[in-house]
């Protein structure tokens, strides 16, 4: 370089500041470039120009007052930008996500900058997969959640209802009248998931604690990575103590699942290769204890080949990680607004003691879920005010249209906003009201199937919704049957961290009914 300043008279501060203004230049025709790809949506006030929005909208109770007034002024959807790199559009209207949700999957992308944090956890499970690999997963996988297995899974979801009613009377018994909700649906939906997806159980073994523990930490650890931007960067957070944590936790976890996997497929060599069921069920079909490793464990495609233990591992991990979570927010966010509006809980309340009179044990059934009308429009209008997840973010490898000749861009940032949909005054009046009536079939009929989309909508819907509908109206029945509960000594602030949460916990105060 000395040589070259030397021979054409520049110095090697002159030739540092031109590469310098080179690369400014490059990087503004950039931002100016895609930044006018984007000029046929709405675009909100910058928080300044190289930084665009980024920042102005926060994960806690003003941020999504702020989302709020963003869907009432723009109605369905404005361009964002995330600083000089990053090109969002976020769409808040069923109009406009049509497009998107019903794309096909081989041109759909998960997003990778959040996703991919939960690759070296979850592996190449169906969540984070794209393209034909996702395709002949979601074949293998979806038999798993025929209604006939889900029948089995019911007196699971009753077995945990139980334990946790005990531990409400203890709780009773000893002068507390009060739980965090989140802190109870958690403990209550990893208890399921553990017994519908390995047969296990966690009040008898230590391992199985040690697992849940991890996986709780787990959980805690992404949220605290996605909230701290040096973190995003591998080779930094590897090497702080809280990526030690999470790998230290991914091999609890990884752990814990090859080892039943391996004995799992052990136990079936061992019974000479039973014949898989034409559903891909597997000859457990008619076992009593059916559970999900068995069942990826007999699939198999059109071409007779099943999965790998290591396909098997993350598909069980992905299941435990979005099954918990969402489920244990959905449900918690369910007391939470039954609270808040006795009226309808007495109903509810009315509804399921009408379903158990003359029987000798409170059993919910899987024939009794379809019996329970009001009761599943109050878990429904709960899912559109608090739904668990509040956005699907996605890339398109092709120009996606929307309404208006407007086209996002292939390789644009795409924010489905479940928040925004479900929020929309254009779409339901008076959006911030509990009135579970929105969803009575006389009301709900004429409404676009993109209104109310809490487990997302098109191919790539979530493949265990059928699961946590049957868990969440066994859940809400029985303990509505056995207890009142009552709103808490506090206002809830609202907390978006992987689902939504309660700055602070949710304290509801419950009393335990007469069950005659």
């Not at 019911?154 to 009377?169: A, G, L, P, T």
């Not at 930490?217 to 949220?223: F, I």
């Not at 008619?286 to 007779?304: F, P, Q, S």
């Amino acid at each position: 370089m000395m040589l070259f300043a030397g021979v054409f008279g520049f110095s090697v501060t002159g030739i540092l500041a031109l590469s310098g203004a080179a690369l400014l230049c490059a990087l503004v025709t950039r931002i100016v470039i895609n930044r006018r790809a984007l000029r046929c949506f709405n675009q909100p006030p910058l928080r300044n120009w190289i930084m665009g929005h980024m920042g102005l909208m926060g994960h806690n109770e003003e941020g999504l007052q702020r989302v709020d007034d963003l869907v009432c002024k723009y109605g369905h959807s404005c361009s964002w930008f995330l600083g000089p790199f990053y090109n969002m559009v976020r769409l808040f209207h069923p109009d406009y996500i049509r497009s998107l949700l019903t794309a096909s999957a081989s041109i759909t992308i998960k997003d990778r900058i959040f996703y991919g944090f939960m690759k070296p956890w979850l592996g190449n499970c169906l969540l984070l997969q794209s393209g034909q690999e996702w395709s002949r997963h979601r074949r293998l996988l979806t038999p798993a959640f025929h209604f006939d297995i889900l029948k089995k899974y019911v007196y699971i979801f009753n077995q945990s209802s139980n334990i946790m009613h005990d531990e409400w009377r203890r709780l009773l018994a000893s002068g507390e009248h009060s739980v965090d909700m989140f802190e109870q649906m958690s403990s209550l939906t990893l208890h399921s998931l553990l017994k519908c997806t390995f047969s296990c159980d966690t009040h008898s073994h230590e391992k199985p604690r040690q697992y849940i523990s991890a996986i709780l930490d787990l959980s805690h650890l992404l949220v605290q990575r996605q909230h701290y931007l040096p973190y995003h960067w591998d080779w930094l957070y590897w090497r702080s103590a809280q990526g030690r944590r999470f790998q230290q936790a991914c091999a609890v976890v990884h752990q814990f699942t090859a080892d039943i996997v391996q004995e799992r497929r052990t136990q079936l060599q061992q019974q000479n290769n039973p014949k898989p069921h034409p559903e891909n069920t597997g000859g457990y079909r008619k076992r009593k204890n059916t559970d999900l490793i068995d069942l990826l464990l007999l699939a198999k495609d059109d071409k007779g080949e099943g999965l790998t233990n290591e396909e098997i591992k993350a598909h069980a991990d992905m299941f435990m990680f979005a099954g918990h979570d969402t489920t244990a927010s959905a449900l918690s966010w369910i007391f939470y607004n039954l609270a808040m509006n006795q009226d309808y809980q007495e109903r509810c309340r009315a509804e399921v003691r009408d379903l158990l009179a003359d029987r000798d044990t409170h059993t919910i059934s899987w024939e009794d879920l379809s019996q329970l009308t009001f009761t599943t429009m109050c878990i429904k209008e709960s899912l559109r005010l608090h739904s668990p997840v509040l956005a699907l973010t996605r890339y398109y490898s092709q120009n996606m249209k929307t309404p208006g000749d407007c086209v996002i861009p292939h390789g644009c940032l795409c924010l489905i906003s479940i928040y925004g949909v479900h929020r929309n005054p254009q779409v339901w009046p008076d959006p911030l009201v509990f009135d579970p009536m929105r969803f009575d079939p006389q009301n709900s009929d004429s409404r676009s199937p993109h209104a109310f989309i809490p487990f997302s909508a098109g191919p790539r819907n979530c493949i265990g919704q059928n699961f946590a509908m049957a868990e969440m109206k066994v859940v809400v029945a029985l303990t509505l049957a056995r207890f009142r509960i009552l709103p808490g000594p506090k206002p809830v602030r609202r907390l978006y961290q992987l689902v939504l949460r309660a700055e602070g916990g949710m304290t509801l105060h419950f009393q335990e009914l007469n069950e005659e």
